[in-house]
């Protein structure tokens, strides 16, 4: 019985030693004076994107559909009469300045040109002949000149060879104006000749073919309609209230699809559709136009609404739509601190700022859902 309670107290005894705490440590959590270090550690810094508020043209716009329009496009035209001998293009050909597109019957015009050359040759003599004859009567009129003081002197000879004389140079001048038509008529019928081969006048598609072979065509008539896409430029009929901003060489853009192209306004004309009190605008490409543009394609054109300003702008992802109103989160000596704006227009990706930051400002633009105001933050 003895040995039996020996063994409990033992054992009571021991697991008192076991569970007891260590010397002093119920002194160290107690007191208030124990080191910073054994309290727990706050959370870590909320890992954030930022970005700055700063100032940017404000540059409102409009979409205004519009079309390519190209600056050459036409009927190429014949210049002379005569039947088609030959065309040597098709729809769809692509062809360069000064190409061959249609052959006419060129006999008749060579032969104009034989003919006229033969006629020439004919005035070029007279005017030799005529040539020769005022060198006779020079001579006959020098002679009766050195017989003006001799007994042999007759007036009315040395008049009448003075007559003669002048005759023969009015019709040699006569003969030289006659030369110089034939010279003319002689050009015209080799111009003639050369616009018988009907070239292109500027580089381009062929987009209808009106000559054939053997048809007869007049001077004017049509042979082919040529189309050059490599001239586009952007017609938009814009409504006159929009008008103001398009100031001849004001940038502008455009776009296709999703391709956006820069656009320089060319001539606002001055032509206004009663019937729906818009105008048309000429832009010109400020680079070179992508590939596979076609004539009256659509495009959107980015018309301006008012004139450029600068404003103060945040990005569109720092603000936070609440109950109050709107806010972003203000980075500060490492702590995000919420604070009100009130913002004004779009500007793509931003917002404009009428009042809450000031320029420089930087802003939570990632991760600004989860904090709280004073949170500590790492970028």
């Not at 210049?79 to 249609?102: I, M, N, Q, T």
């Not at 820069?262 to 680079?287: K, Q």
């Amino acid at each position: 019985m003895v040995s039996t309670v020996h063994r409990l107290a033992t054992a009571w005894f021991a697991g008192m030693l076991f569970l007891a705490p260590p010397v002093g440590a119920q002194d160290s959590a107690g007191d208030p004076k124990a080191p910073d270090a054994a309290k727990p550690a706050g959370p870590p810094p909320a890992i954030v994107g930022v970005d700055k508020v700063r100032m940017v043209d404000v540059d409102q716009t409009v979409p205004v559909i519009g079309r390519f329009v190209t600056r050459n496009t036409g009927i190429v035209a014949a210049r002379v009469s005569g039947p088609v001998e030959d065309v040597h293009v098709e729809v769809g050909d692509r062809v360069l300045a000064g190409d061959l597109l249609v052959e006419l019957d060129d006999t008749r015009f060579a032969l104009a040109i034989t003919r006229l050359e033969a006629l020439m040759a004919i005035d070029v003599a007279a005017v030799r002949s005529a040539e020769a004859d005022i060198a006779i009567k020079q001579v006959q009129y020098d002679r009766q000149e050195r017989l003006r003081n001799s007994a042999a002197y007759s007036g009315a000879r040395l008049e009448d060879s003075a007559a003669e004389l002048a005759r023969a140079k009015t019709e040699l001048a006569q003969k030289n104006a006659f030369v110089v038509r034939a010279e003319a008529d002689l050009a015209i019928a080799r111009a003639d000749l050369a616009d018988s081969k009907i070239r292109a006048p500027y580089s381009g598609t062929v987009i209808v073919r009106q000559a054939q072979p053997g048809a007869y065509l007049s001077a004017g008539a049509a042979t082919v309609t040529l189309l050059d896409d490599t001239a586009l430029e952007i017609e938009a009929d814009v409504p006159s209230g929009r008008i103001r901003g398009l100031t001849p060489g004001r940038q502008l853009s455009a776009s296709i699809g999703t391709e956006t192209i820069g656009i320089v306004v060319r001539s606002v004309i001055p032509d206004e559709n009663p019937a729906t009190r818009t105008r048309a605008v000429r832009f010109s490409l400020s680079a070179a136009a992508p590939a596979g543009l076609a004539q009256n394609q659509a495009v959107t054109v980015a018309v301006p609404v008012s004139d450029l300003r600068d404003a103060l702008s945040v990005h569109k992802d720092a603000v936070i739509q609440g109950p109050a109103g709107a806010i972003v989160y203000l980075v500060s000596d490492g702590k995000a601190a919420r604070q009100p704006v009130d913002l004004g227009t779009s500007i793509g990706s931003r917002l404009e700022v009428l009042s809450g930051l000031a320029d420089g400002d930087l802003v939570v633009i990632r991760g600004n859902e989860r904090l709280r105001p004073g949170q500590p933050v790492s970028y």
